[in-house]
């Protein structure tokens, strides 16, 4: 009886935990920031975030985000601002959403026709077509059979 | 059978959209890239001259030919096409044509001094937190967008420009608003 109400006990405190692990948490500005600059692709630079680079370029865009995260604009909002001047382009990821999400797509695509073909070609190996003796070969066999039962007598 | 056919199929057809799209992308010219603002209105702005005689807003230039230079006095290929600009801005200068330098980060002072030593007789104006250029889609300097009559971009030159093709898209959006 006590371990039952230890364990019950226990699996309160558990599922307490994670309510309170999971509960929503409000995001604060920096870290909307940074959501949006990791996002945002640095324009004159190698494959760079904006948020990681360290180029005049980078830190003007930073600017603009974090003023727009001030003026209570959302994070679309001020995504869109630099979409509608650089185009999908400017985002690190392109969004599944527009064309640039066939670069999602495609390898997923891909790979789901390259399973299909391969697992086609080893059921056809694995279980070849039935090949038997054509019906004039079976009655040669048969006629040949009863020659030789015939003449062993 | 007629799966392994389709898939053969749809291979092949991958592969030609690969080849494609590649040839399409080395055919275009890395000095026109269109990104989100061309055939759009150009984004309006209201920006400090540089020499703090005012401002200039891009609704007062409305009905005109508008090119738009970003530059910068650190960016050796602004001074590269600096003289091409001159003689253009010259040619045009008493036109329908309106040359907007936009000073791009940099401070005033600095931007100024480029200037007065260039001989940039067209308006100059300074953007400071990069706002403008930003909006324009720009990616450094030199670069030249061309606005029509009708307030769109119609094009965008990535780079130092040179005179032909300067003098080209200006003579196509003066054609454009002279049959308007």
């Given at each position: 009886?006590?371990?039952?109400?230890?364990?019950?006990?226990?699996?309160?405190?558990?599922?307490?935990?994670?309510?309170?692990?999971?509960?929503?948490r409000?995001?604060?500005?920096?870290?909307?920031?940074?959501?949006?600059?990791?996002?945002?692709?640095c324009?004159?630079?190698?494959?760079?975030?904006?948020k990681?680079?360290?180029?005049?370029?980078?830190?003007?865009?930073?600017?603009?985000?974090?003023?727009?995260v001030?003026?209570?604009?959302s994070?679309?909002?001020?995504?869109?601002e630099?979409?509608?001047?650089?185009?999908?382009?400017?985002?690190l990821?392109?969004?599944?959403?527009?064309?640039?999400?066939?670069?999602?797509?495609?390898?997923?695509?891909?790979?789901?026709?390259?399973?299909?073909?391969?697992?086609?070609?080893?059921?056809?190996?694995?279980?070849?077509?039935?090949?038997?003796?054509?019906?004039?070969?079976?009655?040669?066999?048969r006629?040949?059979?009863?020659?030789?039962?015939?003449?062993e007598? | 059978m007629?799966?392994?056919?389709?898939v053969?199929?749809?291979?092949?057809?991958?592969?030609?959209?690969?080849?494609?799209?590649?040839?399409?992308?080395?055919?275009?010219?890395?000095?026109?890239?269109?990104?989100?603002?061309?055939?759009?209105?150009?984004?309006?702005?209201?920006?400090d001259?540089?020499?703090?005689?005012?401002?200039?807003?891009?609704?007062?230039?409305?009905?005109?030919?508008?090119?738009?230079?970003?530059?910068?006095?650190?960016?050796?290929?602004?001074?590269?096409?600096?003289?091409?600009?001159v003689?253009?801005?010259?040619r045009?200068?008493?036109?329908?044509?309106?040359?907007?330098?936009?000073?791009?980060?940099?401070?005033?002072?600095?931007?100024?001094?480029y200037?007065?030593?260039?001989?940039?007789?067209?308006?100059?104006?300074?953007?400071?937190?990069?706002?403008?250029?930003?909006?324009?889609?720009?990616?450094g300097?030199?670069?030249?967008?061309?606005?029509?009559?009708?307030?769109i971009i119609?094009?965008?030159?990535?780079?130092?420009?040179?005179?032909?093709?300067?003098?080209?898209?200006?003579?196509?959006?003066?054609?454009?608003?002279?049959?308007?």
């Amino acid at each position: 009886m006590n371990g039952r109400v230890v364990m019950a006990i226990g699996l309160v405190a558990l599922a307490a935990a994670l309510l309170f692990a999971a509960r929503p948490r409000e995001v604060t500005a920096d870290e909307r920031i940074d959501q949006i600059t990791t996002e945002l692709r640095c324009p004159v630079c190698q494959g760079l975030s904006v948020k990681d680079s360290t180029s005049e370029t980078a830190r003007q865009m930073r600017d603009i985000v974090a003023q727009g995260v001030r003026e209570g604009k959302s994070n679309a909002e001020i995504e869109a601002e630099f979409r509608a001047a650089y185009g999908d382009w400017i985002f690190l990821s392109p969004p599944v959403s527009s064309w640039g999400g066939l670069v999602w797509l495609v390898p997923v695509a891909v790979l789901g026709a390259g399973v299909l073909f391969v697992s086609g070609r080893l059921r056809r190996v694995e279980a070849p077509e039935p090949v038997g003796p054509s019906a004039p070969q079976v009655a040669a066999l048969r006629e040949r059979v009863a020659r030789e039962e015939a003449a062993e007598g | 059978m007629m799966l392994a056919r389709i898939v053969r199929i749809a291979a092949v057809v991958a592969i030609l959209g690969l080849v494609v799209t590649l040839a399409l992308a080395f055919r275009r010219d890395p000095h026109d890239i269109r990104t989100g603002t061309i055939g759009k209105p150009a984004p309006a702005f209201a920006l400090d001259r540089l020499d703090g005689s005012g401002k200039v807003a891009l609704a007062d230039l409305s009905g005109k030919v508008v090119v738009m230079n970003f530059f910068a006095s650190w960016c050796l290929p602004c001074t590269q096409e600096n003289p091409v600009l001159v003689r253009v801005y010259e040619r045009y200068r008493a036109s329908d044509v309106v040359m907007v330098g936009v000073n791009y980060q940099e401070s005033r002072d600095n931007g100024l001094a480029y200037v007065q030593r260039m001989g940039m007789g067209w308006t100059t104006v300074a953007d400071d937190d990069g706002r403008v250029a930003f909006s324009y889609g720009v990616f450094g300097p030199p670069e030249t967008f061309f606005i029509g009559t009708d307030g769109i971009i119609a094009g965008r030159h990535i780079g130092p420009i040179d005179e032909e093709t300067l003098v080209t898209a200006i003579e196509k959006l003066r054609g454009q608003a002279a049959s308007r």
